[in-house]
């Protein structure tokens, strides 16, 4: 297993609500990518955040927007939900913007 | 950008034959192609890698080869085991940073 840790585990809420989900980075990374990943789909990039800067990023609407703090954990936060936006949201850490990227467990969300 | 397109969608061998999955993808530029086990409900977990100055790579039973030139990659599995059954995905990035995936093969091993 690798020590990138995801929380909440689960989450519903309903439409039009705000959501926060929370990311642990692995010991030593500095890097954290943000994924959406739609049931029976491969997991779509969000964005990349290093050393506390957002490094690209995916077709996602400002809704979807992130940050990293100075222990390179990070938040991803989406406003106004829509039932679309109910997936299992993957980060992922790499020892910096380049290396291979390891991911946590995921959240998963479901809007009403 | 980066487009993935990944087959089959299901593959079903026998335990102890051998598995393949393709996939191919459309930036030359892209240099980095990784592929991730997701076992149900579980997280996608990097069983192998390769950089674009390589052209195959094996670990134990897992061996990957990369034609540039014609834009693919595969992944081969040897003598399969039931734990070997989940869903395979390929993905491609210039320089490992947006990655972009296929959209999946699941595996089925039968005893």
């Known amino acids: 297993e690798t020590g990138v840790t995801q929380s909440p585990t689960h989450l519903i809420k309903t439409r039009g609500q705000q959501v926060t989900l929370r990311c642990s980075s692995q010991?030593?990374?500095?890097?954290v990518s943000w994924y959406q990943q739609a049931l029976g789909q491969g997991p779509q990039f969000i964005f990349q955040?290093?050393?506390?800067?957002?490094?690209g990023r995916g077709n996602f609407p400002p809704r979807f927007s992130g940050l990293q703090f100075p222990n390179y954990s990070s938040e991803l936060n989406v406003n106004a939900l829509e039932l679309d936006d109910s997936a299992l949201y993957l980060c992922?850490?790499?020892?910096?913007?380049?290396?291979?990227?390891?991911f946590g467990p995921g959240t998963r969300l479901l809007v009403l | 950008g980066e487009n993935v397109e990944q087959h089959p969608s299901t593959l079903s061998v026998q335990e102890g034959d051998s598995a393949v999955i393709k996939c191919t993808y459309s930036?030359?530029?892209?240099?980095?192609f990784p592929w991730y086990k997701q076992e149900l409900g579980k997280r996608p977990q990097l069983i192998i890698d390769?950089?674009?100055?390589?052209g195959e790579k094996k670990d134990q039973r897992i061996a990957v080869t990369l034609n540039k030139t014609a834009k693919h990659f595969s992944l081969h599995i040897t003598e399969t085991q039931p734990e070997d059954s989940a869903v395979y995905f390929c993905?491609?990035?210039?320089?490992?940073?947006?990655?972009?995936f296929g959209q999946g093969t699941r595996l089925t091993i039968n005893p």
């Open positions: 992922a850490s790499s020892l910096n913007r380049e290396e291979t990227q390891y």
């Open positions: 010991s030593g990374h500095n890097t």
């Open positions: 955040y290093y050393r506390e800067e957002e490094n």
């Open positions: 930036d030359s530029a892209s240099n980095y």
């Open positions: 390769i950089r674009s100055n390589v």
């Open positions: 993905a491609a990035t210039p320089g490992a940073q947006k990655l972009v």
